[in-house]
């Protein structure tokens, strides 16, 4: 460990290479992290199920480029859209019966979502890792001292577009508006006309969309299995923890930094504990920021 | 106790039975039927012994999850570390000591320090994360169960991703499977003991009143960090303690699967609590005993699909029945009440109810 700190002081184009992947993959963190606080804001309920959703999307925009040699980034929107389908279909079966109830019924019902996709998609996808090779070139900048894989570049455009369109549609759209003032008070967006029920379901279907967009990615940059989703979970959880719900910007903030954190941690830790490293800093994250609250006999809620 | 003195007594209604039944015969019968039972059903030894493991682990979780209101969904934490700890003590003991060394020497020392780890640790976590409420404790400990699990697959001393294997069982030392079913039958007797005190007493109500108010507790001068933390402490034992036996019982630790199954037994022990009933001593335990039936049914007839029959039972317990056995049970006797109070069956039941509420 000492050794890789030393390699990472003694050659800055090192922790060069590892801070801009690290941006680059945080932009495809945040966008997921974007839906589960659009969900928590508008229905408090914190989407367990979010990491198997991105897994779904990636696997859906993989069988259709292998299977029927789909252009990936046309898989990538047609996998969002059947996740819309996907998500409206779960909220009406089951979210919808426990929005109005406890935090731990909501949390216990999504895992429930979870377990049930990952084990289907076991059965359906296969447990094989996979990956989704789009062909693009490996740029080499600074004379060969950095080497950037393009689909990482193309990554954060896409993340950054379709954060983006959801932003600019929440501000102007109808639906978004109606979305955004059941965020702020449901009773009285219900009083002014507004159909909450279908709010929540477009919130819980553009979600999924969202995730299938990140999944797509993930598939692109890395490799997806079934049961890979509970990281993806943790990792949009504690940027909307850091960023706080509500806050577009924070979010794209602390997605960037958790992606620059994760790489250079899984650098100098070694990467068996990269996954380890996200799940510590979820708990140290959340410990570090109760304690400054309970100074002021406050408690995070 | 006004209502209901004069009318007989139905014969389940065990209260009524003279004392030394009650306080003599049915313990002793209870007793011997619990020892007998593996000598009468030789072949389902492990299923009976996972079926104490399981009442272990739902009444761990109902201290914190059901009496006191703290959904935790890493209590799987201090199971895998009372496991690997253990596991390292028999390890080191017997290498040192070599053949001489005594198995159950080792087990015993292993799982009372892996215990007293697990307090500790308890004791160290409680405090801080016992503080956060709703969505944000719930997913801390869900994070700490899973960070247990990928740390302990990043140390190469306890055989990292691929596990470690537990010393042996002696062969001279009798069956193996028997001797893991007494042992976990007088961990889960001990913790049943265990928690009815602490539940009869001030400690349950403290508990009781954290769940109900915690601003309120608090207000009233009553320590909640203490309470919550010495609550989540005393479950940290008794998992301790079951996860040195389960090490030893499986034979072999994996970090995942065995040791930090945060997605299996972190669940089922939720599963069986919301079962059987939360927050009351008897419930876990009549869940335990109908989850554990009901996987076994599950993972013997779905096979491939188990995960997915459990996800629905879960998506059903959650959504239809978040009371479980005993609040349904509690459910319909308090509406029958009400019915008898507004149609006495005889019209004398309704006066003598009347009588006694203004005594």
Same mark, same amino acid.
């Given at each position: 460990m000492m050794d890789n700190i030393d390699l990472l002081v003694s050659d800055p184009s090192i922790l060069l290479q590892l801070l801009l992947d690290g941006l680059l993959i945080g932009s495809v963190f945040a966008l997921a992290a974007y839906g589960m606080a659009m969900v928590w804001g508008v229905m &408090?309920?914190? &989407?367990?199920?979010q990491g198997e959703f991105v897994i779904l999307g990636g696997y859906i925009t993989y069988y259709l480029w292998r299977e029927i040699g789909m252009y990936p980034f046309l898989a990538t929107l047609l996998a969002a859209i059947v996740l819309f389908v996907v998500g409206w279909v779960l909220y009406r079966l089951v979210i919808a019966r426990v929005v109005d109830r406890d935090v731990f019924t909501s949390v216990l019902a999504t895992f429930g979502i979870s377990i049930v996709l990952q084990q289907l998609m076991n059965e359906g996808f296969g447990a094989d890792y996979v990956n989704l090779d789009t062909g693009m070139t490996i740029l080499s900048l600074f004379g060969g001292e950095i080497d950037l894989a393009l689909i990482k570049v193309v990554s954060f455009v896409v993340s950054l577009i379709a954060g983006g369109v959801l932003a600019v549609f929440l501000r102007q759209g109808r639906l978004g508006q109606a979305i955004r003032a059941t965020a702020q008070h449901s009773r009285a967006a219900r009083v002014q006309g507004i159909d909450t029920g279908k709010v929540y379901a477009m919130t819980y279907g553009l979600n999924c969309s969202l995730c299938a967009v990140t999944g797509a990615l993930v598939v692109m940059i890395w490799t997806i299995h079934p049961f890979a989703g509970l990281s993806y979970t943790v990792r949009s959880f504690l940027i909307v923890v850091v960023a706080g719900v509500g806050n577009l910007a924070g979010v794209v903030v602390s997605g960037l930094g958790l992606g620059a954190a994760e790489q250079t941690a899984g650098f100098v830790f070694g990467s068996e504990f990269q996954l380890a490293f996200i799940f510590v800093l979820l708990v140290t994250v959340l410990v570090v920021r109760n304690v400054r609250l309970q100074r002021r006999r406050e408690h995070l809620q | 106790m006004g209502l209901g003195e004069t009318a007989e007594k139905p014969?389940? @209604?065990? @209260? #009524?039975?003279p004392r030394w039944i009650r306080y003599f015969l049915l313990p002793l019968l209870g007793v011997v039927l619990l020892v007998a039972l593996p000598h009468l059903f030789p072949d389902r030894v492990t299923f009976l012994a996972d079926l104490w493991a399981m009442i272990i682990f739902a009444l761990t979780w109902d201290v914190v999850g059901g009496q006191m209101g703290y959904n935790s969904f890493g209590n799987i934490f201090f199971f895998g570390v009372g496991m690997y700890v253990c596991a390292i003590v028999q390890k080191e003991m017997l290498e040192t000591a070599? +053949?001489? %060394?005594d198995y159950f020497l080792a087990l015993g020392l292993g799982a009372g320090l892996g215990a007293l780890v697990c307090i500790v640790l308890a004791a160290l976590l409680g405090s801080v994360i016992l503080g956060m409420r709703g969505h944000y404790f719930a997913v801390c400990t869900l994070g700490l169960g899973v960070a247990g699990a990928e740390i302990a697959a990043g $140390? =190469?001393? $306890?055989? %990292?991703? #691929?596990g470690m294997s537990v010393p042996l069982y002696p062969i =001279?030392?009798?069956n193996q499977e028997r001797f893991f079913y007494y042992c976990f039958l007088v961990l889960a007797l001990g913790a049943l003991f265990f928690f009815r005190r602490l539940y009869a007493g001030r400690f349950g109500l403290v508990l009781n009143a954290i769940r109900d108010d915690e601003e309120k507790a608090e207000s009233m001068g009553l320590r909640t960090t203490l309470h919550k933390t010495l609550a989540w402490m005393s479950a940290a034992c008794f998992l301790g303690l079951l996860g040195a036996g389960i090490g030893n019982q499986s034979g072999y630790i994996d970090p995942r699967d065995v040791a930090f199954p945060a997605s299996t037994f972190g669940i089922y022990m939720i599963l069986a609590v919301l079962m059987g009933g939360r927050g009351t001593l008897w419930g876990p335990v009549l869940g335990s005993f109908v989850f554990h039936v009901a996987k076994e049914f599950f993972w013997t007839e779905f096979l491939g699909w188990n995960r997915v029959a459990l996800g629905l039972l879960i998506l059903f317990v959650v959504v239809f029945a978040p009371g479980g056995i005993l609040g349904w049970v509690q459910d319909r006797r308090r509406r029958l009440d009400e019915e008898e109070v507004e @149609? *006495? *069956? =005889?019209? +004398?039941g309704g006066v003598s109810f009347a009588q006694g509420g203004a005594q």
């Open positions: &408090n309920i914190v &989407n367990v199920a | 014969i389940w @209604h065990v @209260h #009524s039975w070599g +053949e001489s %060394a $140390i =190469d001393y $306890i055989g %990292a991703g #691929s =001279d030392a009798g @149609h *006495p *069956p =005889d019209g +004398e």
